[in-house]
């Protein structure tokens, strides 16, 4: 843009910063996108910032435009129905997902070749080439089991903004640990294209080390939710629920996600070890509360969950299960009250240790074992995950292992270490 005499204008800033799941009710991926996107406001205050998220998201942070996902132009393909899913759920893992991937794989084909292209893929491209950059804020989704989103899509919008010089980012990545050899090429040139690159855990920094050499270095830091910070009202809201729900007595928590609606066994797994937490917290005095990360519907609803593992549970007693849709403030406010926190979602380990609250890891696979050992490892806890399907790892074991655990406190300026690598960013490209 120019003025009457020919000069280039100064044209208002614009940062597109994306997230892998605003109005998912998902804690985690939320935080870490409040996080960037505080860390971009504070810097750059009359800057606009565009994100995706779902139809009916509404940002906390004043001046942001949400726009739906991208990865909506990739997801096409075979889908079975609801029925069969539950009646045969290895159908899905051989049928459903291979054929949405492969056509995710096509869609991106076309359009990365100008062969095809839709009003979403022409609006997402017009976006980021009109931003100073495009920031992909932190998340655990380049691994096979999201590849659609967090490799094929993120690879696409990433080389829309090679193609027209605009900068990337990376911040608070988990990368891995499972990427197939078909996903490599598209994660190599991913990271090919940044500028930035910033990980959670050293092992997802090996991982980028291992599948892009010539990418820059990856910097590990601290996860960005902990720059979430309780308010005082948050506080004051997380005493009330301790009150309300355990009556003044000791409490610890239960965090329990179902990764499918339609295995069952999970379900059964997680409810003897709630029955036996249960049953060795009520020797001890203490109650147990369930507390959610995610809200949204009913297979992603963990309040569901709690309800199905409840009446699994055959011991007598039973979790006190919150109900309320909490915000990852008052859910970090309120783990941090707990004796020890048990869950099988990355985040709320992280709210609890970041509050110094002992926590214990229930892993359902390798993608876990790395999220769940890797944050614990950064504040000084070790052997302190299991898999649920461990018939050895019983209840008495977990809340005995809570209190033997001393988390660490970590030193300095947290939010401002886990800010500064976009903070240079956005100062280099404003």
Do not use: C
């Not at 435009?65 to 029925?83: I, K, Q, V």
């Not at 000084?380 to 050895?392: A, E, L, W």
């Amino acid at each position: 843009m120019h003025d009457q005499e020919g000069q280039p204008m100064n044209e208002p800033r614009k940062w597109v910063v994306l997230s892998s799941g605003n109005g998912s009710t998902n804690l985690g991926d939320e935080a870490m996108w409040i996080s960037a996107a505080q860390a971009v406001r504070q810097h750059d205050p009359t800057a606009a910032i565009v994100t995706d998220a779902s139809k009916l998201w509404l940002s906390p942070i004043p001046g942001v435009t949400s726009h739906p996902f991208f990865h909506g132009a990739l997801r096409r393909g075979t889908r079975l129905s609801p029925e069969l899913r539950q009646k045969v759920p290895l159908l899905d893992s051989l049928i459903s997902f291979p054929a949405k991937e492969h056509e995710a794989v096509k869609q991106v084909h076309r359009i990365s070749t100008g062969t095809s292209s839709t009003p979403l893929v022409d609006f997402w491209a017009e976006q980021i080439e009109g931003s100073n950059g495009l920031i992909f804020s932190g998340a655990g989704a380049i691994t096979k089991d999201y590849a659609v989103h967090g490799i094929y899509a993120w690879w696409a919008l990433a080389s829309m903004a090679h193609r027209a010089g605009i900068p990337v980012a990376f911040i608070g990545q988990g990368v891995g640990p499972d990427i197939a050899p078909k996903h490599e090429s598209y994660v190599r040139e991913m990271f090919e294209m940044a500028d930035l690159i910033t990980v959670r855990e050293a092992q997802s920094a090996e991982i980028v080390r291992a599948l892009s050499p010539s990418s820059v270095d990856p910097t590990v830091t601290y996860d960005w939710a902990l720059a979430i910070e309780p308010t005082a009202e948050e506080r004051q809201l997380a005493s009330a629920l301790a009150l309300e729900n355990a009556g003044g007595a000791p409490f610890y928590v239960l965090s329990l996600h179902r990764r499918s609606q339609h295995a069952r066994r999970p379900v059964r797994q997680l409810a003897r070890i709630a029955d036996e937490v249960v049953h060795a917290a009520k020797q001890r005095g203490a109650a147990v509360l369930f507390v959610s990360n995610m809200t949204a519907g009913r297979y992603s609803d963990d309040r569901v969950t709690a309800d199905l593992i409840t009446r699994s549970m055959t011991l007598g007693a039973e979790p006190r299960v919150v109900r309320q849709r909490l915000s990852p403030g008052t859910t970090r406010a309120l783990l941090g009250l707990s004796q020890g926190t048990i869950a099988t979602r990355y985040h709320p380990i992280v709210f609890a240790l970041s509050e110094g609250t002992p926590v214990w890891g229930l892993s359902s696979d390798a993608y876990y074992d790395q999220k769940l050992s890797g944050i614990s490892t950064s504040f000084g806890v070790t052997h302190n995950v299991s898999r649920i399907s461990d018939p050895s790892i019983s209840g008495e074991s977990i809340i005995r292992n809570l209190g033997e655990q001393a988390p660490i406190t970590v030193e300095g300026d947290i939010l401002a270490s886990i800010r500064k690598p976009l903070i240079d960013f956005l100062s280099k490209h404003s």
